[in-house]
């Protein structure tokens, strides 16, 4: 399995704009998870699926962001308008479990600049 | 989700053990300790987890005293490549259990030299 596999690697555009990050997760796991990764907040959980079914988006830090996961093979994060304040680099995991104890395999990351 | 505290940084060399110790005072009964590496421009990956004791794996062992107020990741005869940003994270298995802000926090930065 190629592992969890996201698209772009990286990303630049101007406030404002819309941004759509993909994931596509190992095959066979149930679960899905986006993280946003910065200095000063570190690495933080902003929703999570179950066999493609939003289970928790609270981790959401507002409207401006959306994700969708219509298959158990693709996930979609969106940022409708981008802000400088979401320059970071998101990850998309999955797992074949919940917990924090089951191995999250994490993928290589999309950076995000917004000017 | 408790709060870890970890050092920011540490040096070692090549074939030396590292010890990472990680403090959580407000660990909760259900809580376990996970710990995650990072290399640069990767996304984590799973070490190891415990929830008292010792734990070992081919890669780490985790030490946890009994009264489970922390933790020490230890990584045996390190090499150039465990350089890395290690992070402790505690809390319930079961994610949704745990709350909705998993924080992984600022971690601990290893530099391994020659």
């Not at chain 1, 959401?60 to 298959?71: C, G, L, Q, T």
């Not at chain 2, 890669?59 to 350089?83: Q, W, Y």
């Amino acid at each position: 399995d190629a592992g969890v596999i996201q698209s772009p690697r990286h990303e630049v555009t101007e406030m404002g704009q819309e941004v759509t990050l993909r994931c596509k997760p190992i095959s066979g796991h149930d679960y899905l998870f986006w993280y946003r990764q910065t200095m000063m907040r570190g690495l933080e959980l902003l929703i999570y699926f179950n066999n493609n079914v939003p289970i928790d988006d609270s981790g959401m830090p507002e409207d401006r962001f959306s994700a969708k996961m219509p298959n158990a093979s693709f996930s979609t994060l969106k940022i409708q308008p981008s802000e400088p304040r979401d320059s970071a680099v998101y990850f998309c995991a999955s797992s074949p479990g919940q917990g924090l104890g089951e191995t999250q395999y994490f993928g290589p990351g999309t950076r995000l600049l917004v000017l | 989700l408790a709060k870890t505290t970890q050092p920011i940084s540490m040096d070692s060399y090549e074939g030396q053990e590292v010890n990472i110790t990680c403090s959580h005072n407000n660990i909760a009964t259900n809580d376990y300790i996970t710990w995650y590496q990072q290399f640069p421009s990767q996304g984590p990956r799973f070490i190891i987890q415990g929830y008292k004791t010792k734990v070992t794996n081919e890669v780490a062992s985790l030490f946890i005293p009994a009264d489970r107020k922390s933790s020490t990741l230890s990584l045996p005869r390190v090499s150039l490549s465990d350089t890395a940003v290690y992070y402790c994270l505690v809390g319930d298995r079961m994610i949704k259990a745990a709350g909705n802000k998993l924080t992984f926090g600022g971690g601990t930065r290893v530099l391994v030299k020659p």
